[in-house]
């Protein structure tokens, strides 16, 4: 079984480095066609009982043709450029690490013991021509016995401060994000672990997306300029002659096959790109149900219908005994633990700006390989990646407030109050001085509350911690 996945990975490797140099081949042969036998043999000089020269028609098609096939190749070494400096990788994670550190100790040893063995044997050898044999002896070689043993460190679950830095992130049921037992990473929102990146050349990922439907498409928009160029003028040729030229014929043929494929091959890139999926998310999704930890930017006034955990952003001087009541309010984060419904993408923001999260924000982002794509940016303040009204829902369905819509509240009525009382003393010949008026409004549940400021909202939350740093509640 281990020797059939070695012969397989070799196969797709040697394919993989194969397959580039074929259409190097074919679009090399493709050139030879369209430009000397059909610009300069057909075009500019044709046999003389067919027609006169055509040199603009000569020129158009060999301006276009290379327009189109150096559109083709930036796009594609930028490709591949991309794939092989940048392929938007995640790291394997410290346990991994310890893990072939102790996997590397353990063949130390191993060979330790085996060379001391043949050791041992050589030297009875020796001492039995001598007539010298003084027993077995003993062997010093020490076998490894037991696991590896995992990566220990002081820090309570590393690595998790990458994801409840953020207001939401993908999560497992627990609250926890998802862990990746092959990498022994946490697994960053809307990550796959991909088993083919050691058999292949590379993989796309969200580095090299945009280019790649760049590059699909451009060697569509190419295939589909020769199939309309050589079928013309082989039709020509063939009413004029009553033969054909078969490298022409071979031409089209190519030419066909591949306008079909770039073609599919674009039309399903587009469809993620306008939904906001990946290929493993499109597998499943009309049935999919999105787990999300969303940040409690104020506690409920009542016990909530969901679940919830909580993180502590205490700094590293706090001990690690600490209890919730020694540390301040504000290192508590609070989550909670919501369900989307089936087929719902949180990340779906429209079809538009979908495609402007892919492609760019202008056109000539769009058209050229040049930038890459605004969704490898993942420093948006509330998720890894932009999140979209399926988000919002779900906060107002399980009544979390956002602390920036009550915020812009609050400003909004302290603007107001400042013209009513601005007026109020205009009236009375008074200043705009005086203490500010503390109001009142009503939450979601209908009780009257007090206007507080976003570090008070902070404060007020409470709760225990866990010792993997997140407690479940």
């Known amino acids: 079984m281990a020797q059939a996945t070695v012969n397989q990975k070799a196969v797709n490797v040697w394919t993989a480095r194969i397959i580039p140099s074929v259409l190097f081949g074919i679009i090399g042969y493709v050139t030879w066609v369209?430009?000397?036998?059909?610009?300069?043999?057909?075009?500019?000089?044709?046999?003389?009982?067919l027609q006169s020269p055509r040199p603009s028609a000569a020129i158009a098609i060999l301006v276009l043709y290379s327009l189109f096939l150096l559109l083709v190749a930036s796009t594609y070494f930028r490709l591949l450029f991309t794939v092989t400096v940048n392929p938007g990788y995640v790291p394997y994670g410290p346990q991994w690490y310890a893990q072939q550190e102790n996997k590397v100790k353990a063949k130390r040893r191993h060979r330790k013991s085996h060379g001391e063995i043949d050791r041992f044997i050589s030297r009875e050898k020796i001492r039995g021509e001598d007539g010298e044999n003084n027993g077995n002896?003993?062997?010093?070689?020490?076998?490894?016995?037991?696991?590896?043993?995992?990566?220990t460190t002081t820090e309570p679950a590393p690595g998790l401060h990458n994801f409840y830095k953020r207001d939401v992130y993908v999560c497992q049921e627990d609250g926890r994000p998802i862990w990746c037992s092959k990498c022994l990473n946490w697994k960053p929102d809307r990550a796959h672990h991909c088993s083919e990146i050691d058999r292949v050349g590379g993989v796309v990922s969200e580095t090299s997306f945009k280019f790649f439907i760049q590059f699909v498409a451009w060697t569509a928009v190419f295939c589909i300029f020769n199939l309309i160029v050589v079928a013309y003028f082989f039709a020509e040729y063939k009413r004029k002659t009553h033969t054909f030229d078969v490298h022409w014929l071979v031409t089209l043929c190519l030419a066909a096959l591949f306008s079909l494929f770039t073609m599919g091959m674009?039309?399903?890139?587009?469809?993620?790109?306008?939904?906001?999926?990946?290929?493993?998310?499109?597998?499943?999704r009309k049935a999919i149900v999105w787990t999300l930890a969303v940040h409690m930017s104020r506690p409920?006034?009542?016990?909530?219908?969901?679940?919830?955990?909580?993180?502590?952003?205490?700094?590293?001087?706090?001990?690690?005994?600490?209890?919730?009541?020694?540390?301040?309010?504000?290192?508590?984060?609070?989550?909670?633990?919501?369900?989307?419904k089936p087929g719902e993408n949180p990340w779906n923001l429209g079809a538009y700006r979908n495609f402007k999260s892919v492609m760019g924000e202008h056109w000539y982002d769009w058209l050229l390989p040049i930038r890459y794509s605004p969704c490898t940016n993942h420093n948006w303040g509330d998720s890894q990646f932009a999140t979209g009204p399926v988000v919002d829902r779900m906060r107002e369905e399980a009544g979390i407030a956002i602390l920036e819509e009550m915020r812009d509240e609050k400003g909004h009525r302290r603007k107001g109050h400042r013209r009513r009382h601005h007026r109020h003393h205009r009236r009375n010949g008074n200043g705009c001085s005086g203490e500010p008026i503390s109001e009142k409004h009503r939450d979601k549940s209908g009780k009257q509350t007090q206007d507080?400021?976003?570090?008070?909202i902070e404060n007020g939350l409470q709760a225990d911690l866990g010792e993997t740093n997140g407690r479940l509640n």
Request: negative net charge.
């Open 34 to 49: 369209v430009i000397v036998l059909l610009c300069v043999d057909y075009l500019l000089k044709p046999p003389a009982p």
């Open 137 to 151: 002896g003993s062997l010093n070689g020490h076998a490894y016995d037991g696991p590896f043993s995992a990566l």
């Open 266 to 284: 674009t039309g399903s890139s587009l469809q993620f790109a306008l939904l906001n999926t990946t290929t493993i998310e499109n597998l499943s």
């Open 300 to 340: 409920p006034s009542a016990p909530p219908a969901f679940r919830t955990i909580s993180f502590s952003t205490a700094q590293p001087s706090v001990s690690p005994e600490a209890t919730s009541e020694d540390l301040p309010p504000a290192a508590i984060k609070t989550f909670a633990i919501l369900h989307s």
């Open 452 to 456: 507080v400021s976003g570090d008070m």
